[in-house]
């Protein structure tokens, strides 16, 4: 096979929780008076907690210190996370469990790659916590997408090469990330027609044929 490993981002690929973090950021954005709506929310996607902060102050009118922001930052997580709890395995993306189990059987090792602290707590609500031979996500990088560091670091975890992987993304950032590290690129959704995407899915089951 021309893949040994498949790293998936979990934010509008295996799931999504987009409602929800928009949710939880116009609940903050409202409360400080900051204009918020779907467009600057779709600015947010695939990038970090505090890269996104920071694109929702622009237009704030006034200037948050470091600490601060670090407080909104655990202000917006706290309220997304009680969002969270309702999640279940009905909130699996269609054809998901059926495309791991696929690539599964084929010796294909499996890894996620999430910019979201909240990883760990997301794969556990919806029934694929210890699924995957390895998972990076927010709480084990420094940089956010497009830098590729979560895709390089699941591939290490994994013991591949950039070359030897395939990531499957929704987001230009993750694109961009993943062209960065070296990896080829499925993608879907938002940024399915990525020219820097290798492949482009219509559907997640559309993974096995490659």
């Not at 600057?40 to 704030?60: H, P, Y």
């Not at 790659?113 to 084990?140: C, Y």
Request: proline share 4%.
């Amino acid at each position: 096979m021309r893949y040994r490993g498949v790293i998936f981002d979990l934010d509008g690929v295996l799931c999504s929780t987009d409602r929800y973090h928009y949710l939880a950021w116009k609940q903050l954005a409202d409360r400080l008076s900051i204009p918020f709506d779907e467009t600057v929310n779709n600015r947010l996607r695939g990038v970090s907690r505090m890269a996104s902060l920071e694109i929702i102050l622009e237009k704030s009118p006034v200037a948050y210190s470091a600490q601060e922001k670090e407080a909104l930052a655990a202000e917006k997580n706290e309220t997304y996370r009680k969002l969270l709890g309702g999640m279940s395995r009905s909130d699996l993306a269609g054809g998901a469990l059926e495309t791991l189990r696929t690539l599964r059987g084929r010796s294909v090792l499996l890894a996620v790659g999430s910019s979201s602290r909240n990883a760990p707590f997301i794969l556990e609500k919806i029934g694929l916590d210890g699924f995957f031979d390895a998972v990076v996500d927010g709480n084990a990088i420094t940089r956010s997408k497009p830098d590729p560091q979560v895709f390089v670091l699941a591939a290490q975890r994994l013991s591949l090469p950039p070359a030897a992987c395939l990531v499957v993304e929704d987001a230009h950032a993750g694109v961009e990330a993943a062209v960065n590290g070296g990896f080829d690129c499925a993608a879907m959704g938002d940024a399915k027609d990525d020219p820097r995407a290798r492949y482009r899915l219509e559907r997640l089951e559309d993974l096995t044929a490659i």
